[in-house]
């Protein structure tokens, strides 16, 4: 499929589920794998900058992105996670009806939900950024993300489930949120134990 067909939106909203392996394998072929930071490096702390450049540059950083993923075996990333200081997330997630969806988010804004139609959910979470580690979390079972493509055209993105929490997590990393810092105190003290006593299946960025 290409670009402008992957652009093409059903109810004002990306198709994101067409010709997935295609797409994602034609990113992984032209990028090259990053290592991962990991929670305690600061560009994981603080709130990303805005994408303000669609060229090329931004087009070698999502070739990147998703070969950094496929190499972590993640379903989602976010620029800092491999240390780069803006608003960009991919993803290669499935729903909870096991659809396959895959893309790119620049500048997301997650769209808030209306309290009477909010249904929370229960889901163990983890993250490339804290290794080995997981813990439950509730997450809302559907949301909505606005933002642009890798070209700077507007795009919504909407998932239920699994990927919904897939779009709420990256999104927070994107303002300098990871999701153990949403846990109890002992649960992040738990998660973070976990780390340390876990080797990383994939490189990470150790910290100073």
Do not use: W
């Not at 998703?66 to 780069?84: D, K, M, P, Y």
């Amino acid at each position: 499929m290409t670009q402008q067909a992957e652009e093409q939106v059903n109810d004002g909203f990306v198709v994101d589920t067409e010709d997935c392996e295609e797409r994602e394998t034609a990113h992984c072929e032209r990028g090259n794998a990053r290592p991962i930071t990991v929670v305690g490096n600061p560009v994981l702390h603080r709130e990303c900058k805005d994408v303000t450049d669609f060229g090329p540059e931004l087009a070698k950083l999502v070739d990147d992105m998703f070969a950094s993923q496929r190499a972590a075996e993640g379903v989602g990333l976010a620029a800092n996670q491999i240390g780069v200081d803006l608003k960009v997330f991919v993803y290669d997630c499935h729903d909870d009806d096991g659809v396959r969806h895959v893309g790119t988010v620049c500048n997301p804004v997650l769209v808030e939900q209306p309290a009477e139609s909010r249904v929370l959910a229960e889901g163990n979470e983890g993250c490339l950024s804290v290794p080995g580690a997981y813990a439950e979390l509730a997450r809302t079972e559907y949301a909505e993300v606005t933002g642009q493509d890798a070209e700077g055209n507007p795009i919504k993105v909407r998932g239920t489930g699994y990927f919904a929490r897939c779009l709420q997590h990256e999104t927070d990393h994107l303002y300098g949120r990871l999701y153990i810092d949403r846990l109890s105190k002992r649960d992040r003290k738990d998660a973070l134990k976990q780390m340390e006593e876990r080797t990383p299946r994939y490189e990470v960025v150790p910290n100073d």
